[in-house]
T-cell receptor, first 113, second 114 residues
Framework: DTGVSQNPRHKITKRGQNVTFRCDPISEHNRLYWYRQTLGQGPEFLTYFQNEAQLEKSRLLSDRFSAERPKGSFSTLEIQRTEQGDSAMYLC???????????FGPGTRLTVL | AQTVTQSQPEMSVQEAETVTLSCTYDTSENNYYLFWYKQPPSRQMILVIRQEAYKQQNATENRFSVNFQKAAKSFSLKISDSQLGDTAMYFCAFMKHIDDKIIFGKGTRLHILP
């Protein structure tokens, strides 16, 4: 266990529904990253936060995706009007030390039917 | 744009043998960071080893070591005395700046056979 938690661990939804995932970082980690991992692929960067500020968003993050980190602690990733192509593992990672290691959560596996 | 390439989708070795996983990358940066991450089945991704590009000495962590060839943009991982618990997906990864996003390769699925 790396200390980063994600909920839910699994989510099955129907196409067109909205879903929201949560990531709880290691305490006092000020940087938080979201990645998406599809089957057989490596994780791909989506977005990241420095405290509550969202500093960068990938082209993968379409208008249907929104991420927040309102108090600089936990973060949420919302997908509106889900599509089958959104089916993937959504990973959260956090870092806060000078060693700059990113600690990954267990991920939320999304299945869109 | 930086890219990371892992040319071995899957490998199998006998327990106690030594195995080398290959990785090449492309960047125009001079200073950067390279990593190998391990993702066991249904478990969290964990860092295996890291290398700073400005360091000439290859990183070593117990049974894990790297062969970093900066000019060739090659970064291979050697696992000595492989154990059943080493069975996992292994991702080679690149990071341009400290605290930057990580760019991952597609991974190598490693099976350690009893």
């Amino acid at each position: 266990d790396t200390g980063v938690s994600q909920n839910p661990r699994h989510k099955i939804t129907k196409r067109g529904q909205n879903v929201t995932f949560r990531c709880d970082p290691i305490s006092e980690h000020n940087r938080l990253y979201w990645y998406r991992q599809t089957l057989g692929q490596g994780p791909e960067f989506l977005t990241y936060f420095q405290n509550e500020a969202q500093l960068e968003k990938s082209r993968l993050l379409s208008d249907r995706f929104s991420a927040e980190r309102p108090k600089g602690s936990f973060s949420t990733l919302e997908i509106q009007r889900t599509e089958q192509g959104d089916s993937a593992m959504y990973l959260c990672a956090t870092t806060g030390g000078s060693y700059n290691e990113q600690f990954f959560g267990p991920g939320t596996r999304l299945t869109v039917l | 744009a930086q890219t990371v390439t892992q040319s071995q989708p899957e490998m199998s070795v006998q327990e106690a043998e030594t195995v080398t996983l290959s990785c090449t990358y492309d960047t125009s940066e001079n200073n950067y960071y390279l990593f190998w991450y391990k993702q066991p089945p249904s478990r969290q991704m964990i860092l295996v080893i890291r290398q700073e590009a400005y360091k000439q000495q290859n990183a070593t962590e117990n049974r894990f070591s790297v062969n970093f060839q900066k000019a060739a943009k090659s970064f291979s991982l050697k696992i000595s005395d492989s154990q059943l618990g080493d069975t996992a997906m292994y991702f080679c990864a690149f990071m341009k700046h400290i605290d930057d996003k990580i760019i991952f390769g597609k991974g190598t699925r490693l099976h350690i056979l009893p």
